[in-house]
């Protein structure tokens, strides 16, 4: 006799290729979605016109001159760190250390700029804060690829901790730098002189923008065109593959992240040479790890990730406003943060994948 097997209520397989305009019209669909739910949340806890709020969010992003510039600085450093982990991840290196990268260039900058500051000519000033910038953002990146392609460690784990240690070591020097004594933390830098802050093109914000938009065309070009780029893909498909038509994995995993590495000191250089003038342990905002989500949120698409980076510093700043202009406190901003950004990534997963429903009974094994 047959014993009756019942198939689960559903399942799940990957589908094979969605059309373009599809997938626009399902991420078109998770943003009014979102934007339904956090109208419901809104109104249900707060009584408030859900408009107000939306209102507040936009104009915390684009209210005025001033903060449209700074919403569009503040986008490019975020661009500038996704594109420098991109490589990484590409090939299946999930380096998690952006932020101790971004850390270490900035200290570069920062250490140049006390110490050369009324030394040497300012372009020469400007020259070491760059060399020892990406050096140090480079070197911070390269050590765990060593680990990684002589020992197999694991990167994650090793590229996690290295942040730890470079959040102490900007804390050892902002404490030995600290002006006045005993406050705790080093203050603008070379305030009076300006000795090392960059060149300002047109204003204050112009130049981080130039630089991530060549930074974003040059990596879009790096990894779709250039022969290094293929490696990359090649060893993030297979090592074995790699190994077999003559790539060396180790030596692409050590050169990626140099790249990695210098590219996140970049973004160093620019918070401290450029936006701030100073160093804290604080200076990235977490930006290293928020990173992580826009790469692969934008699925290492160096254009996508444009559209990808604006919409958290959008967000971002729209809570930020609501907390103000709306009364409410930053919680409630953070909760409609997140649900807007939950229906967007969650939307990925049904253009990735393809729930299918069943439920009949088919004759299984002989009992």
Same mark, same amino acid.
């Given at each position: 006799?047959?014993?009756?097997?019942?198939?689960?209520?559903?399942?799940?397989?990957?589908?094979?290729?969605?059309?373009?305009?599809?997938?626009?019209?399902?991420?078109?669909? &998770?943003?009014?979605?979102?934007?339904?739910?956090?109208?419901?949340?809104?109104?249900?806890?707060?009584?408030?016109?859900?408009?107000?709020?939306?209102? *507040?969010?936009?104009?915390? *992003?684009?209210?005025?001159?001033?903060?449209?510039?700074?919403?569009?600085?503040?986008?490019?450093?975020?661009?500038?760190?996704?594109?420098?982990?991109?490589?990484?991840?590409?090939?299946?290196?999930?380096?998690?250390?952006?932020?101790?990268?971004?850390?270490?260039?900035?200290?570069?900058?920062?250490?140049?700029?006390?110490?050369?500051?009324?030394?040497?000519?300012?372009?020469?000033?400007?020259?070491?804060?760059?060399?020892?910038?990406?050096?140090?953002?480079?070197?911070?990146?390269?050590?765990?690829?060593?680990?990684? &392609?002589?020992?197999?460690?694991?990167?994650?784990?090793?590229?996690?901790?290295?942040?730890?240690?470079?959040?102490?070591?900007?804390?050892?020097?902002?404490?030995?730098?600290?002006?006045?004594?005993?406050?705790?933390? %080093?203050?603008?830098?070379?305030?009076?002189?300006?000795?090392?802050?960059?060149?300002?093109?047109?204003?204050?914000?112009?130049?981080?923008?130039?630089?991530?938009? =060549? &930074?974003?065309?040059?990596?879009?070009?790096?990894?779709?065109?250039?022969?290094?780029?293929?490696?990359?893909?090649?060893?993030?498909?297979?090592?074995?593959?790699?190994?077999?038509?003559?790539?060396?994995?180790? =030596?692409?995993?050590?050169?990626?992240?140099?790249?990695?590495? &210098?590219?996140?000191?970049?973004?160093?250089?620019?918070?401290?040479?450029?936006?701030?003038?100073?160093?804290?342990?604080?200076?990235?905002?977490?930006?290293?790890?928020?990173?992580?989500?826009?790469?692969? =949120?934008?699925?290492?698409?160096?254009?996508?990730?444009?559209?990808?980076?604006?919409?958290?510093?959008? =967000?971002?700043?729209?809570?930020?406003?609501?907390?103000?202009?709306?009364?409410?406190?930053?919680?409630?901003?953070?909760?409609?943060?997140?649900?807007?950004?939950?229906? %967007?990534?969650?939307?990925?997963?049904?253009?990735?994948?393809?729930?299918?429903?069943?439920?009949?009974?088919?004759?299984?094994?002989?009992?």
């Amino acid at each position: 006799m047959k014993k009756e097997t019942k198939e689960p209520l559903f399942h799940i397989v990957k589908r094979k290729d969605m059309p373009l305009k599809k997938q626009w019209v399902v991420r078109g669909i &998770a943003v009014l979605s979102a934007v339904l739910v956090c109208a419901i949340v809104t109104v249900i806890t707060t009584k408030m016109n859900p408009l107000s709020v939306f209102s *507040a969010v936009i104009t915390g *992003a684009f209210g005025s001159s001033r903060k449209t510039w700074v919403t569009l600085q503040d986008t490019s450093v975020l661009l500038l760190i996704s594109l420098a982990l991109t490589p990484a991840f590409k090939m299946k290196f999930w380096n998690i250390g952006g932020e101790g990268q971004v850390l270490m260039g900035g200290l570069g900058a920062a250490a140049c700029m006390i110490v050369l500051g009324d030394k040497i000519p300012d372009p020469l000033v400007a020259l070491c804060m760059i060399v020892s910038s990406v050096t140090l953002g480079a070197l911070w990146g390269v050590i765990p690829a060593i680990f990684k &392609a002589k020992w197999n460690t694991n990167e994650t784990l090793s590229t996690l901790m290295m942040n730890y240690i470079a959040i102490q070591i900007v804390a050892y020097f902002t404490i030995y730098w600290e002006v006045p004594k005993g406050s705790g933390k %080093i203050g603008i830098i070379n305030q009076s002189t300006n000795a090392g802050w960059l060149l300002e093109i047109g204003n204050k914000y112009l130049l981080t923008i130039m630089i991530a938009v =060549l &930074a974003t065309v040059g990596m879009f070009i790096y990894l779709k065109y250039t022969k290094q780029g293929y490696e990359i893909a090649v060893v993030g498909e297979s090592e074995k593959t790699a190994r077999y038509v003559g790539i060396r994995p180790g =030596l692409v995993i050590i050169r990626t992240m140099l790249i990695s590495g &210098a590219l996140c000191g970049l973004a160093g250089l620019l918070l401290v040479g450029s936006i701030h003038h100073t160093i804290t342990t604080t200076i990235t905002g977490g930006q290293g790890f928020t990173a992580v989500m826009v790469s692969w =949120l934008a699925k290492f698409n160096p254009v996508t990730m444009i559209f990808a980076s604006l919409l958290i510093v959008f =967000l971002g700043h729209g809570a930020s406003e609501i907390s103000t202009s709306c009364g409410l406190n930053q919680s409630f901003g953070d909760i409609i943060t997140g649900i807007i950004l939950f229906f %967007i990534i969650g939307c990925e997963f049904f253009i990735e994948y393809q729930v299918i429903f069943s439920g009949k009974k088919k004759g299984g094994n002989e009992a």
